[in-house]
C-alpha cells in the first residue's frame, strides 16, 4: 500500500492535526468538505483519500459526522461547499453516473415484509437493468450465495432475523457490482456468526477490487474488518491511517504493563514503585501490575535493570488503549460543550 499521510486540522489541544491520506488511485476523493445545520456545523473542511481495494472504517461518537458524510457521498445530500469523487466522477457533476458505480446501504434500511427473498432483489435488479428474468435471477443467486443467504431465497421477508435483514440489503447493494461501498452501521443488529460473514464479504469484495468505507460502533470489528480507519469528532478529522497508527496518535501514552516474577515478588513490587515512568503498582493474583508512560526504549531499560536485579522475570504482559477507550476519551473531550447536538 502506498500511502503518503500528512495531518492537518484540528485535534484536541486546537493544534493543527486531522489525518489527509494521499494514495496513488483514489476510489474515494473527498475534498474540503462542510456540512453546516443552520450554524451547526456537521462535517469541518473535511479532506481524506482512499484507493480502491480498501476497507476504509469511519469511526466517532453520535455527532461526530459521520452519517452526514455518507450522505453526501451517496448524493442523498448536498454539503455547504467542498469536493467529491467516487471513482474518479465528480458526485455534483454527474449525480447519475456516480450512482451507477457506488451503492449506499444506510442503517436499518426498510425491508418490506409481504415480499419474498428473491422478489425483494428482483425489484432492484430489475431498476438497475440487470437484463432478463433469467438473468437477474442468477445476479439475485450470487449475491445473496455472497452474504451466505442462499437458503433463504424463496422465504417471506419477514420471517428473517434482524441480521438477516441486514445482510439481505447488503445483498441488494451489491446486485449492480459496484466499485464504492457506503455502509453506515452494516452490523447493526447482527449477532457474532452474522458480523463474521459479513466481515468475509467485504474482505472478498476488497480483494476484487471494490473500495468499502464502512461505520460502526461495534470498534473491535471494525479493527478486524479494516484495512485503514479515521476517527472523526464534531466534524473534524482527528487522525487516520492503519489501525496501530491511529492507535498511537490518539491512544494514551501510558499503558498497563503485568509481570511474572518468580520469588521476591513483595520485593519487586517496592522496588518497581521508586522507578521512573511507573505507576499505580498493584498485585493482580500472582503477577504484578502498572501504569507505565515511558517510552519503548525505557520499557526495555526497565526489564535490563529487573534482571540486573537478580529478579527472575517469566512473563511481561503489555495492554494498550482499547478503540472503546479511544472513542470514551474523544467522545469525552467535547462533551460538556456539545449540549443537544443533532446525530451525525
Not at 89 to 115: G, H, K, N, T, W
Not at 302 to 331: C, G, N, W
Request: proline share 4%; charged share 25%.
Amino acid at each position: 500500500m502506498d500511502w503518503d499521510c500528512q495531518f492537518r486540522g484540528a485535534c484536541f489541544d486546537g493544534s493543527d492535526m486531522s489525518a489527509v491520506l494521499h494514495p496513488v488511485s483514489p476510489a474515494i476523493q473527498i475534498q474540503d468538505l462542510r456540512v453546516d445545520y443552520g450554524k451547526f456545523v456537521a462535517v469541518d473542511d473535511l479532506t481524506i483519500s482512499v484507493p480502491a481495494g480498501e476497507i476504509f472504517g469511519l469511526v466517532g461518537p453520535n455527532g461526530a459526522g459521520k452519517t452526514s458524510t455518507f450522505k453526501v457521498l451517496a448524493t442523498l445530500m448536498e454539503p455547504t461547499y467542498g469536493e467529491v469523487r467516487l471513482a474518479g466522477i465528480e458526485i455534483f457533476e454527474q449525480p447519475e453516473a456516480a450512482r451507477r458505480v457506488m451503492a449506499y446501504m444506510p442503517d436499518l434500511a426498510p425491508v418490506p415484509s409481504d415480499l419474498k427473498v428473491w422478489e425483494f432483489l428482483d425489484c432492484f435488479a430489475e431498476a438497475h437493468e440487470l437484463g432478463n428474468a433469467a438473468q437477474r435471477r442468477e445476479r439475485i443467486e450470487e449475491c445473496l450465495d455472497l452474504v451466505s443467504l442462499a437458503d433463504k431465497n424463496n422465504v417471506f421477508c419477514k420471517t428473517l432475523s434482524r441480521g438477516q435483514t441486514q445482510r439481505l440489503v447488503l445483498a441488494k447493494t451489491l446486485l449492480h457490482r459496484p466499485k464504492v461501498l457506503i455502509l453506515d452501521e452494516p452490523a447493526s443488529g447482527m449477532d457474532p456468526m452474522s458480523r463474521r460473514q459479513l466481515r468475509l464479504a467485504l474482505r472478498n469484495l476488497a480483494a476484487d477490487g471494490a473500495t468499502v468505507i464502512v461505520s460502526s460502533h461495534i470498534l473491535s470489528e471494525l479493527s478486524e474488518m479494516c484495512t485503514s480507519i479515521c476517527v472523526m469528532n464534531r466534524g473534524k478529522l482527528l487522525a487516520a491511517g492503519s489501525v496501530e497508527e491511529v492507535r498511537r496518535v490518539l491512544g494514551r501514552t501510558e499503558r498497563i504493563l503485568t509481570l511474572g516474577v518468580v520469588e521476591r515478588v513483595d520485593e519487586a513490587v517496592g522496588w518497581l514503585q521508586g522507578r521512573e515512568h511507573v505507576a499505580e503498582v498493584r498485585l493482580a493474583g500472582e503477577r504484578i501490575a502498572f501504569s507505565f508512560a515511558g517510552s519503548a526504549r525505557d520499557q526495555a531499560q526497565l526489564v535490563s535493570d529487573l534482571v540486573q536485579e537478580a529478579f527472575l522475570i517469566h512473563a511481561l504482559e503489555e495492554q494498550r488503549s482499547t478503540f472503546e477507550e479511544i472513542l470514551l476519551d474523544v467522545s469525552g473531550s467535547n462533551a460538556a460543550a456539545a449540549p443537544n447536538l443533532p446525530l451525525s
